[in-house]
C-alpha cells in the first residue's frame, strides 16, 4: 500500500504553529500519511528538490505546492490526497477483479466446451 508523503518546510519560528497542524492533521491517517518536516536553515535536503524557499510551505507527493497556509487548508489538502490515494487503489483493486472475471469467464468458456466434447 502507497502513502502521502507530506512535507512541511517551516522557514521561520512563526510557522510553528503550522507545523503543529500538519503533524496533527496527518495524525488523523497515520497509516496512509508520511509527514517530512525541513527546518530552513538546518535542513537543506529540501533545496535539491524545490529551490530555495522563503515562506512556510507545504508540498504534497512532490508535486502539489502550497505555500498560502492555514489550519484548514492544511487538514483540507492533506484530506483530498487521502482520499484521491484511497480512490487510486479502489480503482486498482476494480482493474484486479475486472481481470479475475475474465479470466473466470474465459475459463468456463473451456470448461463448458471440454464438457461439451465429452459428451460428443
Not at 479475475?100 to 474465459?106: G, Q, Y
Given at each position: 500500500m502507497s502513502k502521502v508523503l507530506v512535507e512541511f518546510i517551516n522557514t521561520w519560528s512563526g510557522c510553528d504553529g503550522y507545523t503543529r497542524a500538519v503533524e496533527a492533521a496527518a495524525a488523523k491517517y497515520k497509516e496512509k500519511v508520511d509527514v517530512k518536516i525541513y527546518y530552513a536553515g538546518k535542513d537543506f535536503d529540501?533545496?535539491?528538490k524545490y529551490g530555495v524557499i522563503f515562506k512556510g510551505t507545504m508540498i504534497?507527493?512532490?508535486k502539489k505546492k502550497?505555500?498560502?497556509i492555514s489550519k484548514d487548508i492544511i487538514e483540507k489538502e492533506i484530506?483530498?490526497?487521502v482520499m484521491e490515494l484511497e480512490?487510486?487503489?479502489m480503482e486498482r483493486l476494480y482493474d484486479y477483479i475486472w481481470i479475475?472475471?475474465?479470466?473466470?469467464?474465459?475459463l468456463?468458456?473451456?470448461a463448458k466446451w471440454s464438457i461439451s466434447m465429452a459428451y460428443i
Open positions: 529540501y533545496i535539491k504534497i507527493n512532490g502550497i505555500d498560502r484530506k483530498e490526497a480512490w487510486l487503489e479475475f472475471k475474465i479470466h473466470v469467464i474465459s468456463n468458456k473451456y
